[in-house]
């Protein structure tokens, strides 16, 4: 494993009681989070979102493995009453919780395995999304977003560069961090978006982690939303956060 980086980190409420991490996914950052670190804030915790390597204002390095960026967020420290993971974010997610004792954990649709026929897909989205970095064409392919998260998106769009994409899903190869699942020692809540717009987990992965994993992960499916559950329905993330946390 290479040598961990220095993430640049965001915080709200420094002093909160309760500490919450929140990892984004790939060609995002951490102001993806405003709206639900800002919630948590407002409900006591202190909350902690940093910009993954080689995204926003973290340093650019050259490992990607998933292994690689769970050991740099791992520098930030331990003992989170929270961790919340979007896409890219929830692998890592998933790896901190096999390494450490993490209460509660909210996984929002993400990548614990990704198999060789979507490998390329997706590779052509992500990068398809760095040509056209502009909001006009965020907002048009995300109608129910708010004006913020289309803005927001759009510096995290500039900050990537296509390479990266390329690393990431060339250095984990192939992408499989179910290995964690049996090592959660908390409680996890799934939350999938709409199979027919977009999912990466899907119905499969979801009936496999509950079965390893028993009653201490349960999941559930938003249907009419998309892989980006935070913009689009986070009413539903601070619902699952919620329940698991109270």
Known sequence: MSTPVRLQTSVWNPLGERRALLIH????????????????????????????????????????????????????????????????????????????????????????????????????????????????????????????????????LAAMTPDVIDAVLDDNDPWDVRWTIPRWSGRAHLLAADPNQGAVLSPADIAEVTHAAGDRVTASVVYGAGHSLHRERPEVVREAIRVLTR
């Open 25 to 156: 996914g790939l060609s995002s950052d951490a102001g993806s989070w405003w709206r639900v670190a800002s919630d948590l804030a407002d409900d006591g915790w202190m909350v902690a979102a940093p910009d993954l390597r080689s995204h926003g204002r973290s340093p650019t390095a050259v490992d990607h493995r998933v292994v690689t960026m769970a050991a740099d967020v791992a520098q930030l420290g331990d003992g989170w009453d929270l961790i919340v993971g979007h896409s890219l974010g929830g692998s890592i997610a998933a790896v901190l919780a096999g390494d450490h004792h993490v209460p509660a954990m909210v996984l929002i649709d993400p990548v614990l395995a990704l198999p060789t026929s979507q490998r390329e897909p997706l590779r052509g989205r992500v990068k398809a999304s760095l040509d056209h970095p502009d909001p006009a064409t965020i907002r048009a392919a995300n109608p129910t977003w708010s004006e913020r998260d289309v803005q927001r998106k759009a510096l995290a």
